[in-house]
């Protein structure tokens, strides 16, 4: 009996990001091969449209290079990274090599297209490359979180739209909490700078998430959100104290995190008895 083919094993990646929101993919391929090609899958999706084939070409001796320019949509989700090397051989994972994104700190991008395009590349818990992609028209930055006694400050910044009279944010309830609806909140604007409080001792036990109307009602909602940095998970990364705050539904602590969509949120829970 044919002993069974071993699988292949997976191609190591370098990734550098450029401020424009593009990427860059060098691939060590050994030996030979035909016309190969690099793929990114959205992650459960199977449509012709969740697949991104970008050429291979040569870029050094056993090295292959393939961009993903900003001008070329990339989808919200989690694509994950590939590599056909060979017309003979099915796709083979991706692995991260050296990944520099020092280009994505504190990027501003000019939001003259309506929207923001961000890709960050990163390792999966099983060790696998993949490009986490965010496309927000408009969207609303998180820069600097104000941490008080009773309540939180945000502070950030608008792009592909203008903060205009009306411009308010809001609370939305998710629907497990106990009471839903929507809080407004009201905004302190500045061009494009935007400012607004969350005062906890009004809220009911449970997660709230922020939104913002930068043309108030009745324009449309944009998630609150920090994108801009080379963080592809800032849930476990960025972490803040939570306050002991009086509500009147009783006492309660809280305080903002960041979703695995790192949208902005804050959660409010009663303290175990």
């Known amino acids: 009996m044919t002993p069974p083919t071993p699988p292949a094993a997976p191609l190591r990646a370098d990734c550098i990001g450029d401020s424009a929101g593009g990427l860059t993919f060098d691939v060590a391929v050994p030996g030979d091969f035909g016309t190969p090609?690099?793929?990114?899958?959205?992650?459960?999706?199977?449509?012709?449209?969740?697949?991104?084939?970008?050429?291979l070409a040569p870029a050094a001796e056993g090295r292959l290079r393939a961009a993903l320019p900003s001008s070329v949509a990339l989808p919200e989700g989690r694509w994950d990274a590939y590599a056909r090397v060979s017309?003979?051989?099915?796709?083979?994972?991706?692995?991260?090599?050296?990944?520099?994104?020092?280009?994505?700190?504190?990027?501003t991008p000019s939001g003259l297209l309506g929207h923001v395009a961000v890709r960050i590349p990163y390792a999966t818990r099983q060790g696998n490359l993949t490009v986490r992609s965010w496309l927000r028209a408009p969207h609303a930055e998180t820069g600097e979180l104000r941490l008080a006694n009773d309540g939180l400050t945000v502070h950030g910044r608008?792009?592909?739209?203008?903060?205009?009279?009306?411009?308010?944010?809001?609370?939305?309830?998710?629907?497990?909490?106990?009471?839903?609806?929507?809080?407004?909140?009201?905004?302190a604007a500045d061009r494009s700078e935007f400012g607004f409080t969350v005062p906890y001792g009004t809220l009911v036990p449970g997660v709230w998430d922020l939104w913002l109307r930068p043309t108030g009602d009745p324009g449309p909602a944009v998630r609150v959100a920090r994108l801009l940095d080379d963080v592809a998970d800032k849930h476990p990364v960025f972490t803040?104290?939570?306050?002991r705050v009086r509500t009147r539904y009783g006492p309660a602590e809280a305080g903002p995190y960041y979703t695995r969509d790192n949208d902005l949120s804050v959660s409010v829970t009663a303290p175990e008895l």
């Open 37 to 55: 090609l690099l793929l990114l899958r959205r992650r459960d999706c199977e449509a012709a449209e969740d697949t991104v084939s970008l050429p």
């Open 87 to 107: 017309d003979r051989e099915q796709p083979r994972r991706l692995v991260p090599g050296v990944t520099d994104l020092r280009s994505l700190a504190d990027r």
């Open 158 to 187: 608008v792009y592909g739209t203008q903060l205009a009279h009306g411009a308010h944010a809001e609370l939305r309830a998710r629907p497990s909490t106990g009471e839903g609806g929507v809080r407004r909140l009201e905004l």
């Open 240 to 243: 803040y104290p939570r306050a």
